[in-house]
């Protein structure tokens, strides 16, 4: 309390010019050290309301003075004159003017009915204000209800623990050449049945991360359902699709991989039919790159491939490959953001 108060002490008695010989202009020299007492109240928890009330004295003309600084915080921490301000001053101003700058660029994405940095970033900016409408939502059974057959093994094609990708070509077990094409019988063939998430953490059922959450994108802390140890896992099921609406766009998104070294990729299959990498020597959904995790793992579902989704039964199945046995690995395989499908999935972890 006391850098607080000590810090909207400052940042009010600030001088509002500097007095110089010669009469030099010194605003920018002002300007500077009040924006640094600005960020440095912002930051103190507590401090944006005090640098709300302080800043409404010296700029009684503007409606919300350092406003860039109000937007890296959490509004929800925001006491409630701050908050009355900051959300209109969000939704008449900022996202308007946002819309304008990138209006090329949304557009393109609604006509395609799929997703850019663009509209991500509105999104962002409805979410400051507590406007959840535009977030991605599950579409479709909860990836923890949906009943997987599988099969777990471990490959004669071995490959040395040493640096660099697993990712590579298997023999399958007899008699499941076809396993992710969509009239195999998994039951007759003696797999297993199980639900996600599929993992497991030095010998033991056990999540291995932190993201937790029910709807959470990658979920790696979440408890686990399905115990494997070997290699490779085959996974597929089948899943009754509801029709997709034609203003909403639509992503599968694999849960557990979003971190670096989390697994060597993702090959998809729907219905019998792959999801095409952009390299012939990757996975359909390649690894997470350095500098990349923490964030969604997903492609979206576009334009040429919703008719083989829209309100249809579709069938997954998936491969999975350990990238480290000490670390262990977890696997939430299937979430499909505002839809639902049948997949197969071959995935290298």
Known sequence: ???????????????????????RDMQNGVDYVLNGLAGFLAEVPGGADVLYEASKQRFPDEPLPHLDLYMRKDPEKFGPKLKEVFEPVMRDKVIWQYVGENLRWINSALQTKTTNRYVDGLVDLY?????????????????????????????????????GLRYRPVTLPEGAQQWMTPGFDAKGAGWKTGFAPFAHHNGKLAPIGNCIGEHHFC?????????????????RCVIDLPAMKDDHAYRFLVGGRSHVRGGDGTDIWFNGMRKEPGKKSEASMPPTANRAGGLPRFFVIEPDLRENFDGKAMSPAQVVRELDRCRGTQFNPLIVDRYSLEVAT???A
Do not use: H
């Open 127 to 163: 979410q400051k204000i507590g406007v959840t409408d535009y977030n991605w939502q599950p579409w479709g059974p909860a990836r923890d209800k949906i009943e997987w057959d599988y099969l777990t093994f471990d490959p004669p094609e071995e490959k040395l623990w040493e640096q």
């Open 219 to 235: 979920g790696c802390g979440n408890p686990p359902n399905t115990f494997w140890d070997k290699e490779v896992l085959l996974m």
């Open 1 to 23: 309390m006391y850098a607080v108060q000590t810090l909207g002490q400052a940042y009010a008695e600030f001088p509002r010019t500097f007095d110089t010989p010669g009469n």
């Open 346 to 348: 071959s995935l290298a």
